[in-house]
């Protein structure tokens, strides 16, 4: 099983609607976890960060953690043009050899696209 | 303000001929990483180091090598590059559990 899996895509979405991007994860010692935007040919930025349980809201982005089903999700709300990117999911798994929270693993990301 | 540079950004080079790309972050992080991305492949993670002159291998270490000598250099070395090396490189530095920062990439060709 891969430590972190995205569904796969790409998602379409019209302008003005929900995007909803999904991520589990394999490891449930797992602390951090991280969601990256990036442009192509572009690096990954951060857009979102949760350490705990439940949802973390920040402007027309929300993200939502569920340590117990281990799945985290960023919802995009109002979705504009400028939100079609690849969207990057990131967790910070516990690793026997480096020490805790010293892995930080990527999915291999979900390309959204908004339509106008 | 806080950055990771990395240079050159862009690279063509020819099978065989040694090559460094420099990494450089100001922001006193413990950790560094270099990543490679590839179509449908995702990010792979070559070496990361923990802090000075502690390093490790990463998911895909064949055909690197890096140093990590000060804190806020980790360049990363093809002393052999081949074709398959051809991609979109970027590094990264962090502290611990904490977000990630990625310098702006170095897009390399290996003729």
């Known amino acids: 099983q891969k430590e972190v899996e995205q569904n796969s895509g790409p998602l379409s979405v019209p302008e003005g609607a929900i995007a909803s991007l999904n991520c589990t994860y394999s490891?449930?010692?797992?602390?951090?976890f991280f969601w990256y935007r990036q442009y192509s040919g572009k690096s990954p930025e951060l857009i979102m960060s949760?350490?705990?349980?439940g949802d973390k809201e920040d402007g027309r982005f929300t993200a939502q953690l569920n340590k117990a089903s281990q799945y985290v999700s960023l919802l995009i709300r109002d979705s504009q043009p400028s939100d079609s990117a690849t969207y990057l999911c990131?967790?910070?798994?516990?690793?026997?050899?480096?020490?805790?929270?010293?892995?930080?693993?990527f999915g291999k990301g979900i390309t959204l696209s908004v339509r106008p | 303000e806080a950055q990771v540079t990395q240079n050159p950004r862009y690279l063509i080079t020819v099978t065989g001929k040694k090559l460094t790309v420099t990494c450089s972050q100001n922001?006193?992080?413990?950790?560094m990483s270099w990543y490679r991305q590839d179509p449908g492949l995702g990010l792979r993670q070559i070496y990361y180091?923990?802090?000075?002159?502690?390093?490790d291998k990463g998911d895909v270490p064949e055909g690197y090598k890096v140093s990590r000598k000060e804190k806020r250099n980790f360049p990363l070395i093809l002393e052999s590059p081949s074709p398959n090396q051809t991609s979109l490189y970027f590094c990264?530095?962090?502290?611990?559990?904490?977000?990630?920062?990625f310098g702006p990439g170095t897009r390399l060709t290996v003729l």
């Open positions: 990264a530095s962090r502290t611990g559990g904490n977000e990630q920062f």
């Open positions: 490891d449930r010692g797992s602390q951090s």
């Open positions: 949760i350490y705990s349980n």
């Open positions: 990131a967790v910070n798994i516990l690793s026997a050899e480096r020490g805790a929270n010293s892995k930080l693993t």
């Open positions: 922001m006193n992080h413990e950790y």
């Open positions: 180091s923990m802090n000075v002159e502690v390093t």
